[in-house]
């Protein structure tokens, strides 16, 4: 079984991929057991507090497209939190944030620039997953969004 890295209003997420790595992940992609996605970016990597939003696996994969700016990402989410890590998943504090500060978003209107082999077959799979749901879904298509 997979090590949860997050507690968030009660459910665990559990780290998907990595996208940005320096020392200590500062950007990632984590799921929770419903197969929700969250997007996590390390702001303060002296105090580890991070930002959190839930998101939505299109436009992951429009960020990793550079379709659309990392800080929409983020900007957009209905759910948002901070939180800052503590020694293991139960001793973190998180809070809910109506909204993110300017200063712990990215540049606004930067785009994602870190597209390595990993990263580029983790959105080729995001790819796949992404055409499987619409066929299932079949016309529906903004239902799996």
């Known amino acids: 079984m997979k090590k949860a890295c997050l507690k968030i209003s009660g459910k665990y997420l559990f780290l998907e991929q990595v996208l940005v790595y320096f020392d200590l992940p500062l950007f990632f992609i984590c799921k929770d057991m419903a197969e929700n996605r969250f997007a996590v970016l ?3 990597d002296e105090d580890l507090n991070y930002i959190v939003a839930e998101v939505s696996l299109k436009d992951i994969v429009k960020m990793l497209q550079n379709e659309i700016p990392m800080d929409v990402l983020f900007t957009s989410a ?3 939190w901070q939180y800052q890590a503590g020694v293991d998943v139960e001793t973190t504090f998180v809070n809910p944030v109506r909204n993110f500060e300017n200063e712990q978003l990215p540049t606004k209107g930067s ?3 870190a597209l390595n082999a990993e990263v580029s ?6 790819k796949s997953e992404n055409s499987v749901l619409l066929e299932r879904v079949g016309n529906k298509k903004l239902a799996v969004y």
């Open 42 to 44: 390390c702001y303060d």
């Open 78 to 80: 209905r759910q948002k």
């Open 111 to 113: 785009f994602f620039g």
């Open 121 to 126: 077959g983790y959105l080729q799979k995001l």
